[in-house]
């Protein structure tokens, strides 16, 4: 069974910036979409940005040009850097393969 872990949510101040990192196990990492999606208290999940074996990414538009995916093969990991947080980036934020196994999540949030 696949397994992704998640790591490197927490409190953070507005303008502040955080890296998720996502490890995986039992899957061929190299030639996986990762992805990473959030939800918020009352909201649906949504994709922030994905990443293909090849490195093509894509990214939710409120996202572009603050967030920054990211995967290194050699350690099964896929990152995501965040900048300029928001308080609106507030969420769990969940690592996906595949489009179909999901991590547990990690929580973010941005707060004064």
């Known amino acids: 069974q696949v397994q992704l872990g998640e790591s490197g949510g927490g409190l953070v101040q507005p303008g502040g910036s955080l890296r998720l990192s996502c490890a995986a196990s039992?899957?061929?990492?190299?030639?996986?979409?990762m992805g990473w999606y959030r939800q918020a208290p009352g909201k649906q999940r949504e994709l922030v940005a994905s990443?293909?074996?090849?490195?093509?990414?894509n990214y939710a538009d409120s996202m572009k040009g603050r967030f920054t995916i990211s995967r290194d093969n050699a350690k099964n990991t896929v990152y995501l850097q965040m900048n300029s947080l928001k308080p609106e980036d507030t969420a769990v934020y969940y690592c996906?393969?595949?489009?179909?196994?999901w991590g547990q999540g990690t929580q973010v949030t941005v707060s004064s």
């Open positions: 996906n393969a595949n489009s179909r196994h």
């Open positions: 039992r899957i061929i990492f190299s030639i996986a979409t």
């Open positions: 990443i293909t074996w090849d490195n093509s990414t």
